[in-house]
């Protein structure tokens, strides 16, 4: 096993963290394959520096309240599925962050990455640092079988992108999170999060240079490219975030397409369920 113990970065971490996360930080143990990483590359000086920084945020600047951890298993796998949006993926680090902070012991979620991110030099080495992988089904497999929490946006990174007048308006989900859980036996449990379509305004997607430069889409906002890379930052809207009841996937919906629908639009809804939870409790004025 790998501790963080002697791994973690002491400067950013011991300023970002108050002593009982860094003592939950360093009871978090890796398996070493031999290389100073587990078997999907996850090093633990990359994902402490992560967590000390995701936990900053996720305490100060977006103030994260959230409910339903008792729906999350505290061992054994799990597919975590909710709605996605913000231009940049904070809402996803705002998620794993509070995961980790509030699971005793800790558990990582693992999130499985649209495969264009790995396109980008040193950003996929950088992810797997962290613990997240390259959205195959064999790496889906890997996680499951080891017992992990993974992570998935069936919306796709496009819904990243979605323009203002959509707000917490679902966009189709893709089916792949369904199958995987009915093949392997195990819950999807259902997330909303509310606060990450405020953090940017969405004007328009700049579909040529997308094409162009192969991504799922380049924003325009109020503040990008106008202000350039520092119009990207987020603003410091509150997030609200809720995980509702597992959801247990009928292995049916392997051979067939019908009830494989009916599972996806019942995970959808709970999804958009979440969600209403987290505007609901946003219009009282937030709990911590």
Same mark, same amino acid.
């Given at each position: 096993? =790998?501790?963080?113990?002697?791994?973690?970065?002491?400067?950013?971490?011991?300023?970002?963290?108050?002593?009982?996360?860094?003592?939950?930080?360093?009871?978090?143990?890796?398996?070493?394959?031999?290389?100073?990483?587990?078997?999907?590359?996850?090093?633990?000086?990359?994902?402490?520096?992560? #967590?000390?920084?995701? #936990?900053?945020?996720?305490?100060? #600047?977006?103030?994260?309240?959230?409910?339903?951890?008792?729906?999350?298993?505290?061992?054994?796998?799990?597919?975590?599925?909710?709605?996605?949006?913000?231009?940049?993926?904070?809402?996803?680090?705002?998620?794993?962050?509070?995961?980790?902070?509030?699971?005793?012991?800790?558990?990582?979620?693992?999130?499985?990455?649209? #495969? +264009?991110?790995?396109?980008?030099?040193?950003?996929?080495?950088?992810?797997?640092?962290?613990?997240? /992988?390259?959205?195959?089904?064999?790496? +889906?497999?890997?996680?499951?079988?080891?017992?992990?929490?993974?992570?998935?946006?069936?919306?796709?990174?496009?819904?990243?992108?979605?323009?203002?007048?959509?707000?917490?308006?679902?966009?189709?989900?893709?089916?792949?999170? /369904?199958?995987?859980?009915?093949?392997?036996?195990?819950?999807? =449990?259902?997330?909303?999060?509310?606060?990450?379509?405020?953090?940017?305004?969405?004007?328009?997607?700049?579909?040529?240079?997308?094409?162009?430069?192969?991504?799922?889409?380049?924003?325009?906002?109020?503040?990008?490219?106008?202000?350039?890379?520092?119009?990207?930052?987020?603003?410091?809207?509150?997030?609200?975030?809720?995980?509702?009841?597992?959801?247990?996937?009928?292995?049916?919906?392997?051979?067939?397409?019908?009830?494989?629908?009916?599972?996806?639009?019942?995970?959808?809804?709970?999804?958009?369920?979440?969600?209403?939870?987290?505007?609901?409790?946003?219009?009282?004025?937030?709990?911590?």
């Amino acid at each position: 096993m =790998i501790s963080f113990l002697d791994k973690i970065r002491p400067d950013l971490v011991r300023s970002l963290l108050p002593p009982s996360e860094r003592l939950r930080l360093e009871a978090y143990l890796l398996d070493d394959c031999g290389y100073g990483t587990d078997i999907f590359g996850t090093r633990p000086e990359g994902l402490a520096s992560a #967590y000390a920084l995701g #936990y900053w945020l996720h305490q100060n #600047y977006f103030r994260v309240v959230s409910g339903g951890h008792d729906n999350i298993p505290d061992q054994g796998a799990a597919v975590i599925v909710g709605n996605h949006s913000g231009v940049l993926p904070f809402d996803g680090v705002m998620v794993s962050a509070d995961i980790f902070h509030a699971k005793n012991p800790p558990r990582l979620l693992r999130y499985m990455v649209d #495969y +264009f991110a790995y396109r980008i030099p040193f950003l996929g080495t950088y992810f797997r640092s962290l613990g997240q /992988v390259s959205g195959t089904r064999r790496n +889906f497999d890997g996680l499951i079988h080891e017992g992990h929490l993974v992570g998935i946006f069936p919306e796709g990174a496009r819904a990243l992108g979605k323009p203002a007048k959509e707000r917490y308006q679902l966009r189709d989900f893709s089916h792949g999170h /369904v199958e995987l859980a009915a093949r392997h036996g195990v819950p999807v =449990i259902p997330f909303g999060v509310v606060g990450a379509e405020e953090q940017q305004t969405m004007i328009a997607n700049l579909e040529p240079l997308a094409r162009a430069l192969k991504l799922p889409f380049v924003p325009l906002t109020t503040t990008f490219p106008l202000l350039g890379p520092v119009g990207l930052l987020p603003r410091p809207s509150q997030y609200f975030i809720n995980f509702g009841t597992p959801i247990e996937i009928d292995p049916d919906v392997l051979r067939n397409i019908e009830l494989r629908r009916e599972a996806v639009a019942r995970v959808q809804a709970a999804v958009s369920e979440q969600i209403k939870i987290g505007l609901e409790r946003r219009g009282r004025g937030g709990e911590r």
